[in-house]
């Protein structure tokens, strides 16, 4: 029984499965002790070169961490939080093109098909190699507009004061035990900063990977999208396999100014053992629209919500979320969406698949302020069970403090019809093909929302996780 | 050797209950056969059963295409044989393209010894066939992008099944109502279909209570199936007769038959009101 793509002893009908699975060796150059301290916590500062801010910062983050208690809710977290590598720095220096980055990192990106998918479409590339960008073009007409990509460390160095105006002001250090710890140890993540009126048509990318045993992975991703802008943003993880648990926690934050739009899109495709514990959250305001694509397939325990606060009238946010739990996998994901003025509308759309064992679960916030009058806001979410050891649960959360709102819930939960895989089945498709093709099916809504590349990589994950899941 | 299906004494069960007790059918290559009934007789069940759904349950009985047995084959390897059953409902597949959805079909029925993940024919020579086909029904073509019988009108439902029979060009067709919820000008353009395959080319089963169907396409043989046995055989005359007098004689002649019949639609609507 195929349920885990990432084990490379399965025959690969695909011909592209083992490029998901391959462990290149790298030689760290830097790599802080295991554990968690405010001696290893002021030596990761120390060893970015960081100003004395970003370090104070990082040890108030660590106090709030150490005080906050673990959630209750969500999933079951078995983690030792001393027995985790916080920090590794994999090459020198940043490479500015392709022939500076070391070859070890390279085959990993060859075999990842970055560069050439970059020759086919993608202008701009950061692509995370363990902690650090190691990687990073930008076409010159981006820079010549004023727009800003870089990986976070850098930014920090070259553009203090616009990070230090935004970081922790959407997701403060204080939100939630795993903010804090991103807070004090994060490392890498984009920086994207759109001036006003400046519309990107093509989308931003970067690719991320977990390579060393053990390691945590805390990207921190800052994106300010300036008055009148415009950009979309695509993050997409592939993830190899290790035996022992791995944690990525990443904070993203998100600003979008009056009139600006911003699409952020993410497929994660993590290993079967890591801990995901993810807070995204974006701030919209007056006619400003926030939109997050959020795959989730993969990783032992995800907990993700992308957020949607809507500052200011006219604004909107949009959340499509997707989950795919397989054996052993816990898919806790949704949204959340805090309209705080008026005349702002919201949707959320989640799908979730489970099958052999796997628990997908909805877990949505819908809240309206006191004074949001005239608000909408619509959540709609379907599960799809593939047999019977698997389970889904819904858990939304209404809070209305407004009478002149419109908020809508849709939910429905089902099984793969037998009619369904009878009527494929009898033009000549087999069972798995058939169970496959209504999955993709499913999640058609979200796969036509990516760009062409990813919605590709998408099905080819899903038939392999569908491979021999029925029957 | 002429493609022949060829069905022997089959009892068919569904939860228990018996539906089908003792069909004798046997389709060859240029045939058409009608399969007429009043309600409850066993009609639709037939039909699936030759394709192989897994609800019902095969008690007794053989069935063979070519001398291969089917009864142990699922219904995508019966439909890499050469069966084709157009459904009389057919049911939506959310978010799955008509076009997609056929081009892997047409792909697996035309190469048999397609393993699963191997390429699906070229794209490019799909889709003018597909067009071809599309425009001889009258169909859009924006049709093959939308989902899979995915808030299809009756009428369309039944020409997408049509395009399909056409596309995958079986052995044998087994045609459910196809008919029913199709304008006479449809049902001309579906029998046109149905002739440029070429009626010789494959052996037809038209399950139906209208003629519309039959007056384009004139069975060779007409089979009258009631309480789950086909009790009479006869040519095109006898589809005629059932047409414009109904089951009166036939419901007289065979009144075993007609009890068991009774008894089935009675524990069917037990079953509904339930």
């Known amino acids: 029984m195929s349920t885990d793509i990432l084990n490379p002893t399965l025959a690969d009908p695909i011909g592209e499965i083992n490029k998901y699975d391959f462990h290149t060796e790298s030689k760290p150059v830097f790599r802080a002790q295991k554990g968690l301290n405010a001696e290893i916590v002021s030596q990761i500062s120390e060893m970015k070169n960081e100003p004395d801010w970003m370090r104070q910062f990082r040890l108030e983050a660590l106090e709030i961490f150490f005080s906050k208690p673990m959630p209750k809710w969500g999933g079951n977290i078995a983690l030792d939080f001393q027995d985790i590598y916080y920090y590794l720095k994999p090459a020198e220096h940043q490479g500015k093109t392709w022939e500076d980055v070391p070859e070890e990192i390279k085959k990993t990106f060859d075999r990842l098909g970055i560069p050439e998918a970059e020759k086919k479409f993608l202008s701009g590339v950061k692509a995370q190699f363990e902690s650090e960008v190691v990687y990073g073009s930008l076409k010159d007409d981006l820079a010549k507009k004023g727009v800003l990509f870089t990986d976070t460390d850098s930014a920090v160095r070259e553009h203090p004061e616009i990070v230090q105006k935004y970081l922790a002001t959407v997701i403060p250090s204080n939100d939630n035990k795993f903010a804090a710890l991103n807070s004090a140890v994060w490392s890498g993540g984009s920086f994207i900063y759109v001036p006003p009126g400046v519309k990107i048509d093509f989308p931003l990318q970067a690719y991320f990977r977990i390579n060393a045993e053990r390691m945590g992975q805390f990207e921190r991703t800052l994106i300010i999208v300036d008055e009148g802008a415009s950009v979309h943003y695509v993050e997409g993880c592939t993830a190899p396999m290790y035996s022992s648990e791995s944690l990525h926690s990443a904070v993203v934050e998100i600003v979008v100014k009056r009139g600006a739009r911003c699409r952020y899109t993410t497929i994660q495709n993590w290993a079967n053992n890591i801990y995901n514990l993810v807070t995204k959250r974006a701030m919209a305001y007056a006619d400003a629209t926030m939109e997050w694509i959020d795959g989730n397939l993969g990783s032992r325990l995800t907990m993700k919500y992308p957020s949607v606060y809507m500052m200011e009238p006219g604004a909107r946010g949009e959340v499509l979320s997707i989950a795919f739990a397989g054996a052993g996998q816990h898919q806790d994901a949704g949204a959340k969406l805090v309209h705080c003025a008026p005349n702002t509308s919201g949707q959320i759309i989640s799908k979730s698949i489970s099958k052999n064992g796997g628990r997908a679960s909805y877990r949505g916030l819908v809240k309206v302020e006191k004074g949001a009058k005239n608000v909408k806001t619509n959540v709609v979410c379907d599960a799809l069970i593939l047999d019977a050891k698997s389970r889904s649960d819904t858990y939304p959360y209404i809070e209305i403090a407004e009478q002149d709102v419109s908020v809508g819930h849709e939910a429905s939960v089902s099984r793969i019809g037998e009619e369904q895989l009878f009527y494929l089945m009898s033009r000549g498709l087999t069972e798995d093909e058939a169970s496959a093709m209504i999955v993709n099916g499913f999640i058609e809504p979200l796969v036509k929302e990516l760009p062409m590349e990813y919605a590709v990589e998408m099905n080819r994950l899903i038939q392999l996780q569908m491979e021999g899941s029925v029957g | ?274």
Request: aromatic share 4%; proline share 4%; no cysteine.
């Open chain 2, 1 to 274: 050797m002429t493609d022949t299906l060829k069905i022997d004494n089959l009892h068919v069960s569904v939860e228990g209950k018996p539906i089908l007790r003792g069909v004798n059918l046997t389709i060859r290559r240029g045939e058409t056969h009608a399969l007429m009934g009043p309600n409850g007789s066993g009609k639709s069940t037939l039909g699936l059963v030759i394709m192989g759904h897994p609800k019902y349950q095969v008690t007794a009985g053989t069935m063979t295409l070519n001398g291969e047995n089917l009864l142990d084959k699922s219904a995508d390897e019966r439909a890499r044989l050469g069966l084709f059953y157009a459904f009389q409902r057919p049911v939506a597949i959310p978010g799955v393209k008509l076009a997609d959805f056929l081009r892997h079909a047409a792909t697996n029925v035309r190469h048999p010894e397609r393993k699963e993940g191997e390429e699906l024919m070229p794209m490019r020579e799909f889709r003018r066939e597909l067009k071809g086909k599309m425009e001889q029904l009258r169909m859009e073509s924006e049709f093959a992008r939308r989902y899979v019988n995915d808030g299809f009108s009756g009428g369309e439902m039944k020409r997408a099944e049509i395009l399909q029979l056409a596309m995958l060009q079986p052995k044998i067709a087994i045609l459910d109502e196809t008919d029913s919820g199709l304008d006479a000008d449809a049902v001309r353009l579906a029998s046109q279909s149905i002739a440029e395959i070429g009626r010789e080319k494959m052996g037809l089963l038209i399950i139906t209570h209208h003629d519309k169907l039959l007056e384009h396409n004139p069975p060779d043989f007409t089979h009258v199936i009631l309480g789950g046995r086909i009790v009479e055989t006869g040519g095109v005359e006898l589809a005629n007769e059932l047409h414009t007098q109904g089951y009166d004689r036939i419901r007289q002649a065979y009144p075993d038959a007609d009890e068991a019949n009774r008894k089935m639609v009675e524990k069917e609507e037990a079953a509904a009101v339930a």
